[in-house]
C-alpha cells in the first residue's frame, strides 16, 4: 500500500500559506497604490480645471474691466462635463453658475465639493466653488476592488500548485532513498543513491550509507567470530571426546591417569577460551562498563605476576621486577587484572627455559607507562598489527603454543581502549617481544 505523502502535503501547507499571504499582501500593495495614483489624478485634473477658469477670468478681465461682468460671461461661456461651476460673492451668496452640458443637468453622485478663491489680487473675497462627480473614480475603484478579490482565490490555488510542484522536487531524493532502502538486504551491500552530496539530504543519505558499512562491518565481524569460535572449540572437544573413546575402548590400565591429565588441560583450555569469547561478546554488546577508581598499577601488576610464579618456574622463567615504581591510575582493577594477565601469559608462554621476563611500571612525561619484555621468538614487523586482530596467531605462536586462541591481545587491547590507554608492540632487547601501555595518570 503506497503511504500518503505526508511530509510534502505538510510543506505544501506551510509553503503555499507563507506564498499567498506575501502574494496577498503585494496584492493589497497594488490595490492601494493604484487607488490613491487614481484619486491623485482626479484631484490634479480638478485642479487644473480651476486653473483653466481662473486663466479665462484674467484674460475676460482685460476685456470687461469689472468684476461681476467678467463672472456673468464667464458663467455663459465655460461648460466642463462632470463639474458643477459656481461662483460666489465676496459676501458668500450665489452669484452664478456654470452652464451644463447637454443632457447633464448635474454631476453624477457622488459628488465632491471644493472651494477656492476666485482670484486673491484681481477679485477679493470672490470664491470658486466646484462641485466634482467622483462616480468615474469610484466606477474605477469598485472595480480594482473586484479585480483583487478575484486574484485572491487564484493566487491561492496559484500558490498551493508552485509550492506542491516544488516540495516534489525537493523531497524526489528523500523518495528515491526510501524506495533503494525498501530493496536493502539485511546482509547486502547496498546502498542509498546520493544525487547531491553537499545537501541536507545527501549529508543524510552520506551519513546513512556509512552506518550501512558500519552494519555490513559487524555482521561480517560476527559471522567471522562465530565461525572462528566454532573452530577453535570444536578442536579441544574432538580431543577430548577420542581420548575418552580410546580410553574407554581399551581395559583399564595405568594410562587411564595420563589419560585424565590430557582431558583436565584441555578442559582447562576450553575454559580459558570460552572466558576469552565471554569477555569478546560482551565487549561488543558494549556491556562492559568501567568502574574506574584511582588505584596504584603497581600494586596490580604484582598481585598478577605472583599468580604466575608456579607456572613460570615450571618452565625455568624468572621475572625481574626491579623496575616496578609507583603509579597511581584510574582503572578498574578487573578489567587491569585481565589485561596485564594477557601480557604475562604471553611472556610466560612464549619465553625459552631460563629465559627472563622484565616487568616495568612507572610515571613517564605525564602518563604511566606498563612495559613487559620477554626473551621469545618475538613478532615480526608485517606481524604487530595484526596480533591484535581477533583469533589471529603468526606462524611462530602456533609452533610453539599450539594450544592458544589467538584471543588474548585483542583482549588486552580492548582492555586498554577502555581505560583511554593504547597499547604498542615493539623488539625487546632481551630478544623478543616487548609489549607497551600507555595510560593517562589519575
Known sequence: MKSAPRVRRRLT???????????????????????????????????????????????????????????????SELVFAGIGIDFLKPDGTLFASARRPLREAEPLPPVA??????????????????????????????????????????????????????????LAPVRTMAA???????????????????????????AFNRLLERLDAALAQQRRFLADAAHELRTPIARMRSESEARLAAPPGADDRLALERVRDELGHTSQLIDELLYVARSDADALPVQAAPLFLDDVVSDVVARFGTEARARGVTFDLTALREARIAGDATLLQRLVGVLVDNAVRYSPEGGTIAVSVGPDAGRVLLRVDDAGPGIPPDEREMVFH?????????????????????????????????????????????????????
Do not use: C
Not at 466646484?130 to 500558490?159: C, K, N, Y
Not at 547486502?188 to 539530504?201: H, K, M, N, Q
Open 113 to 170: 465639493v471644493l472651494a477656492l478663491p476666485l482670484e486673491e489680487q484681481l477679485a477679493p473675497n470672490w470664491m470658486l466653488r466646484l462641485r466634482i462627480s467622483t462616480a468615474s473614480l469610484a466606477t474605477a475603484q469598485a472595480r480594482i476592488d473586484r479585480l483583487t478579490l478575484l486574484a485572491v482565490p487564484l493566487v491561492a490555488a496559484l500558490a498551493a500548485f508552485v509550492a506542491w510542484l516544488t516540495t516534489g522536487r525537493a
Open 390 to 442: 581477533r583469533f589471529y596467531r603468526g606462524q611462530a605462536a602456533r609452533a610453539i603454543a599450539p594450544e592458544g586462541t589467538g584471543l588474548g591481545l585483542a583482549i588486552a587491547a580492548d582492555a586498554a581502549a577502555r581505560h583511554g590507554a593504547h597499547i604498542t608492540l615493539s623488539e625487546s632487547p632481551l630478544g623478543g617481544a616487548a609489549l607497551l601501555v600507555s595510560f593517562p595518570a589519575a
Open 13 to 75: 501547507a506551510w509553503y503555499g500559506l507563507s506564498a499567498m499571504v506575501l502574494l496577498f499582501a503585494a496584492l493589497l500593495a497594488v490595490r492601494q497604490f493604484t487607488r490613491q495614483t487614481l484619486r491623485n489624478e482626479h484631484n490634479a485634473a480638478t485642479t487644473r480645471s480651476a486653473e483653466l477658469v481662473r486663466a479665462f477670468f484674467r484674460a475676460e478681465l482685460t476685456e470687461y474691466r469689472q468684476v461681476d461682468v467678467t463672472v456673468a460671461h464667464l458663467a
Open 180 to 206: 533503494a532502502a525498501d530493496k536493502l538486504q539485511a546482509a547486502g551491500t547496498g546502498r542509498l543513491p546520493v544525487a547531491d552530496p553537499t545537501d541536507e539530504f545527501g549529508r543524510l543519505g552520506n
